[in-house]
């Protein structure tokens, strides 16, 4: 299914009764309908711990998934998104906000901007469904910086004659600007000029249901458009995101845990702006196993099933060719001891395949001693993304024998 195209994405039930309010609202031009939308459908959005709501997606490559961490979804925002940047507050700041949903990112930004800085802020956010955005204009705000987004928001819906009364009060402050862009974020991003942003805040659904803005092709757009000193920011630990940053010449770190077991993960062109290395064992995996293979989208306009199925026939290929299997974790166990026989020989004979002999042999303790500078505070010198490539190129050697 393309649900790129239809642009259909929230659960289907408040769908349908968003667009029905703002096609009525088009013909009676009757405020009350969406003064009174809250109150009368608030079930169908879903109330997070913090207080702020969010609302559940439709159906996406079989799975459901809601907008915001349960934790909180306004938290979420500054907790992923503001706090690991380190923005020069006397200077003008630029913002890209991908996936921008019901605009609390963008917000947070407001609020954290509002409070630090004298200087002109612009935004760009970016989404694919009017109706959630539209949805960004029904739900109470979470903080009063939403306010100013929902007056952005409401304007460009007026402006594209989905919304039709201008009901938002809340004046833009002058030195904030704030443009929404509704459609694919990718075709968005090949329009935006070199150089140009502070920070970009990417939060799409999980990796299944969204592989098309994840890939590598899409940061290498971010890699065009970030400053060298900028942050991308975005909620995933997952392997083939991180190995698609660093493919697309980005150095990586740990980002914040919010709501979720592990961190999530930043990315620089700038090495000193990203305080913390990854977990050592994913480092590893994103080296050396065919996880680390990331999303392509070429033309960047493929399919989310596409993209998901030909990252699955690479990861094929590349098993025991350039890749050590990552079937039972295969690579984490170099340089151990192992005393599960069983599990040792699976091991085992997935690295033989790769010309490495046994978790203790000279090849195996020669890839992972790169892992022997490990610090979890990382420099401009010492870091994952260095350890990563490194680890890369003596499996490399290995298996060609060199
Ligand atoms: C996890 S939610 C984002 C929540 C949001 N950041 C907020 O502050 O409320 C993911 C959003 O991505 C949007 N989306 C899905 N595919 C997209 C695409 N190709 N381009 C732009 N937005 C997309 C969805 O409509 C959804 O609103």
Same mark, same amino acid.
């Given at each position: 299914?393309?649900?790129?195209?239809?642009?259909?994405?929230?659960?289907?039930?408040?769908?349908?009764?968003?667009?029905?309010?703002?096609?009525?609202?088009?013909?009676?031009?009757?405020?009350?309908?969406?003064?009174?939308?809250?109150?009368?459908?608030?079930? !169908?959005?879903?109330?997070?711990? %913090?207080?702020? !709501?969010?609302?559940?997606?439709? $159906?996406?490559?079989?799975?459901?998934?809601?907008?915001?961490?349960?934790?909180?979804?306004?938290?979420?925002?500054?907790?992923?998104?503001?706090?690991? &940047?380190?923005?020069?507050?006397? $200077?003008?700041?630029?913002?890209?906000?991908?996936?921008?949903?019901?605009? !609390?990112?963008?917000? =947070?930004?407001?609020?954290?901007?509002?409070?630090?800085?004298?200087?002109?802020?612009?935004? %760009? &956010?970016?989404?694919?469904?009017?109706?959630?955005?539209?949805?960004?204009?029904?739900?109470?705000?979470?903080?009063? =910086?939403?306010?100013?987004?929902?007056? =952005?928001?409401?304007?460009?819906?007026?402006?594209? +004659?989905?919304? *039709?009364? /201008?009901?938002?009060?809340?004046?833009?402050?002058?030195?904030?600007?704030?443009?929404?862009?509704?459609?694919?974020?990718?075709?968005?991003?090949?329009?935006?000029?070199?150089? *140009? !942003?502070?920070?970009?805040?990417?939060?799409?659904?999980?990796?299944?249901?969204?592989?098309?803005?994840?890939?590598? $092709?899409?940061?290498?757009?971010?890699?065009?458009? #970030?400053?060298?000193?900028?942050?991308?920011?975005?909620?995933?630990? =997952?392997?083939?995101?991180?190995?698609?940053?660093?493919?697309?010449?980005?150095?990586?770190?740990?980002?914040?845990?919010?709501?979720?077991?592990?961190?999530?993960?930043?990315?620089?062109?700038?090495?000193?702006?990203?305080?913390?290395?990854?977990?050592?064992? %994913?480092?590893?995996? #994103?080296?050396? /196993? %065919?996880?680390? #293979?990331?999303?392509?989208?070429?033309?960047?306009?493929?399919?989310?099933?596409?993209?998901?199925?030909?990252?699955?026939?690479?990861?094929?290929?590349?098993?025991? +060719?350039?890749?050590?299997? /990552?079937?039972?974790?295969?690579?984490?166990?170099?340089?151990?001891?192992?005393?599960?026989?069983?599990?040792?020989?699976?091991?085992?004979?997935?690295?033989?395949?790769?010309?490495?002999?046994?978790?203790? /042999?000279?090849?195996?303790?020669?890839?992972?001693?790169? $892992?022997?500078?490990?610090?979890?505070?990382?420099?401009?010198?010492?870091?994952?993304?260095?350890?990563?490539?490194?680890?890369?190129?003596?499996?490399?050697?290995?298996?060609?024998?060199?």
């Amino acid at each position: 299914m393309s649900y790129e195209n239809s642009a259909r994405i929230i659960n289907d039930d408040i769908f349908d009764l968003v667009n029905e309010l703002f096609a009525r609202e088009k013909s009676s031009k009757n405020i009350e309908d969406r003064v009174n939308f809250f109150d009368t459908y608030n079930n !169908y959005f879903v109330l997070t711990d %913090d207080g702020s !709501y969010s609302i559940n997606s439709k $159906e996406i490559n079989h799975k459901v998934e809601t907008l915001h961490t349960s934790t909180g979804a306004i938290s979420e925002s500054f907790e992923k998104f503001i706090k690991p &940047m380190k923005f020069n507050y006397d $200077e003008d700041i630029a913002i890209l906000d991908i996936c921008a949903g019901l605009g !609390y990112n963008s917000s =947070a930004a407001i609020d954290d901007f509002m409070k630090n800085s004298n200087a002109n802020l612009t935004i %760009d &956010m970016v989404e694919i469904s009017k109706a959630t955005l539209a949805c960004g204009l029904l739900v109470p705000s979470p903080i009063p =910086a939403h306010d100013i987004t929902k007056k =952005a928001i409401e304007d460009e819906l007026i402006k594209q +004659n989905y919304a *039709t009364l /201008s009901l938002e009060e809340c004046e833009i402050p002058e030195n904030i600007d704030i443009n929404v862009f509704i459609e694919d974020a990718r075709q968005t991003v090949q329009k935006l000029k070199d150089n *140009t !942003y502070d920070a970009i805040f990417l939060d799409p659904f999980s990796q299944n249901m969204a592989p098309e803005l994840f890939s590598l $092709e899409f940061f290498r757009q971010f890699r065009r458009v #970030i400053k060298d000193d900028g942050i991308v920011a975005t909620y995933t630990s =997952a392997a083939p995101i991180r190995a698609g940053f660093i493919e697309a010449d980005f150095y990586i770190g740990l980002g914040p845990i919010f709501g979720r077991k592990q961190g999530g993960t930043l990315a620089s062109p700038n090495p000193s702006m990203l305080d913390t290395s990854l977990p050592k064992n %994913d480092e590893i995996r #994103i080296a050396l /196993s %065919d996880v680390g #293979i990331p999303f392509r989208d070429p033309g960047l306009n493929n399919s989310s099933e596409f993209i998901l199925e030909s990252r699955t026939e690479e990861r094929h290929l590349a098993r025991h +060719n350039t890749k050590i299997s /990552s079937a039972v974790k295969t690579p984490i166990f170099l340089g151990d001891e192992m005393d599960d026989e069983k599990l040792k020989r699976r091991v085992e004979r997935n690295l033989l395949k790769m010309n490495i002999p046994s978790t203790t /042999s000279p090849e195996a303790f020669y890839i992972v001693e790169v $892992e022997d500078s490990y610090t979890e505070k990382q420099d401009e010198k010492n870091n994952s993304t260095n350890r990563i490539l490194e680890m890369k190129k003596r499996l490399k050697k290995i298996k060609e024998g060199n």
